[in-house]
């Protein structure tokens, strides 16, 4: 299987050089320069995906790990990932696969065909691009999702919603759900602690929610004193329920000291319960807390009457009272999300897979 493949969204410039179109960074390359995100070089007067159908590894998760709560519960979720990243968090949770550098990081490969079948062959409802973003694989990202919808399997992506027009509108048109970092909602953040600007993923969210089918939830890792004020938590969830509406779920979860923020302490839990509560205030239907064990900040609450719809023990169901048709069996209120039947049992497991080229 050929891993260098060309690509599409560059152009020349009058200096020489190839300009990257994939994402707002606009990497601006010579012949055998990579871009930011490691994955795209320029080789030949063209920009060329160089890890196509390699894998930093596959593992069978919990949906509910993506984290996605309304989008089939209970069900297993075959994931991976590849190297690189179009940002440069410092506070990155994933940075061994993110910020890796090495093409030895890719141990295992895939067609998109011999992934799909294999997600089919061990019962995976869905496939996930995950631990790093798929914004910079984009050409594999979407062939397997294209593999995967004959057999009747979704794709799910898991990003930070930087990427441009163009390339958006391709990528989500095989996309079935997505779980979307918001990392912050200030443009000092993003450029300080990721080198990138927070517009391009408010376009992103507002893009999915008007023009698409595909089902998103957002995410956001609150960082002690530098994303977690109770002004900032007010003023994203205000603008989501005005751009989004009140029923994107939304997840706040913990941070861990790690990559370039060992200097920074660990989120308390009572953060998370404060910006799940700023974030109800507004209006926002579905708010949970993650990374922190919290049974009530990780079920879905009844908007219409307050019953618990599903109870989560982290990524384990332990309630279940949605109808079939995903609404509460209490008051007939629908619950806003991708429902398809009774829930899975998959649970907590988390199970390592190889694939063989």
Known sequence: METIVPTKYWHRLDDGRIQCDLCPRYCRLRQG???????????????????????SGFCIDPIEKKPLNHFLPGTPVLSFGTAGCNLACKFCQNWDISKSREIDTLADAASPEGLAET??????TSVAFTYNDPVIFHEYAIDVAQACRTRGIKTVAVT?????????????????AA????????????????KGHLQPILDTLVYLK????????????????????????????GWVVEHLGPDVPMHFTAFHPDWQMLDVPATPPHTLARARRIAMQNGVRYAYTG?????????????????????????VLRAW?????????KCGTECAGVFEGPPGTWGAKRMPVRIGR
């Open 179 to 194: 779980n979307v970092d918001l990392k912050a909602f200030s443009e000092a953040f993003y450029w300080k602690l990721t």
């Open 291 to 315: 990374n922190v064990h919290d049974v009530e900040g990780g079920s879905t609450i009844c908007h219409g009457c307050g019953t618990v719809l599903v109870a989560r023990d982290w990524y």
């Open 160 to 176: 930070a919603g930087y990427v441009c027009d163009e390339p958006r509108r391709e990528f989500y048109e095989f996309m079935d």
């Open 33 to 55: 320069q990579r871009g930011m995100c490691f994955v795209r070089q320029c080789q030949d007067g063209q920009i060329v995906l160089t890890t196509y159908g390699r894998s």
């Open 119 to 124: 997600a089919e062959r061990l019962g995976c």
């Open 210 to 237: 008007r023009e698409t089918d595909v089902w998103f939830e957002l995410t956001t890792l609150l960082i002690p004193g530098k994303n977690d004020s109770e002004s900032e938590i007010d003023e994203m969830t």
């Open 321 to 329: 009272n949605l109808s079939e048709a995903g609404r509460c069996r």
